[in-house]
């Protein structure tokens, strides 16, 4: 988009999705709703549509406004809203502020800060896994200033960062949880472009919430395989795909070493990584070598990180190595090992 032209919501909105695994239970997104509340009024926004009956069920859509600067209504308590909604006791109306305050302060918002924030919460199930799906809506202060405010017919929109922006303070409010988008951010001209990679949809395939789960029932949260694994996640959103395969690589190494030590005497153990995978290619029992033809092309490509060379590594190759950790995580844990995962 110029910088020129009208603000397009299609081109300003950005949404994402995300994935929160938890017991489905009410109390759960319950507890977690009221840290996104507490975490949000630390970042300078407001709920605009707080339950007015907190034993109610629970809300589904969640809408917050930045008020960081921006005069507000002030807000009955929660006893006196009560009595208004029960119709006891006298009107409870909040203290209005004028549509001329609001509008001043509207004006001089920052342009690319999201200026309000709406989340949709959905149940997942499955026989894997549940908890809930949570999608995300920012919407910039451009567009509600676009909205709003009267400008002289030539005025010139600046939405030079404003996307990449929100984008990035969704990712950064959502990382407070320890959540990484499942989908997005991204902007509706974006998740409608026709001409999008029908390679993209394959991120279905790697599910980083099975694997945390499946790690822990092996090794504990601070351990290195553990956290070079979360580290790749991490980077792999980012786009650091250099960085992703070797951290996730690592973690590869370190699975095959410990299914090496549990297969072989300590004097059969082959002290480096390609003997290690050559003699587990050639084992006889099926999971091992399944294993061990699994994290190959994986090592290999770390090996090309590791080494200088022409070779250049395209988010494709840190899929397809995050990929080849999952399926051979599964079957160590699941088949080889036998060990029960709580999802």
Partial sequence: MNASSKPDAE???????????MDVEEANLKQFQH?????????????SDTDLIPWGPTQRTMD??????????????VSKRLQSLLGSGRSTE????STEEFLNGLEKVRDDLPFRLIFHFKTY???EIEGFDIEV???PALLQKYRQLSVRGDYEYNTNNVVNENKRELKRIMGKFGLEPLAGPEVESELNNEDRDPKSDSAELFNQHSVTAQLQAIVETDEQLHQDYQKAVREFTDGEYEDAVRDVGRAGEAIIELLCVDLYEEEDVPGNMSGR???LDNTEDGIPSYIGKTISPLWWLRNKVNHPTEYEITKDDAHYALICFQMAVEKYVEEYSDIDVVY
């Fill in 11 to 21: 081109e300003l909105i950005v949404k994402a999705k995300y994935f929160a695994p």
């Fill in 35 to 47: 840290e996104l509340v507490r975490i949000l009024q630390q970042e300078g926004y407001r709920q």
């Fill in 64 to 77: 917050f406004y930045l008020y960081d600067g921006i005069p507000i209504e002030k807000e009955s308590s």
């Fill in 94 to 97: 909040q203290q209005k502020i």
């Fill in 125 to 127: 199930q499955d026989e």
């Fill in 137 to 139: 809506e920012s919407i």
């Fill in 277 to 279: 995978v050559n003699k």
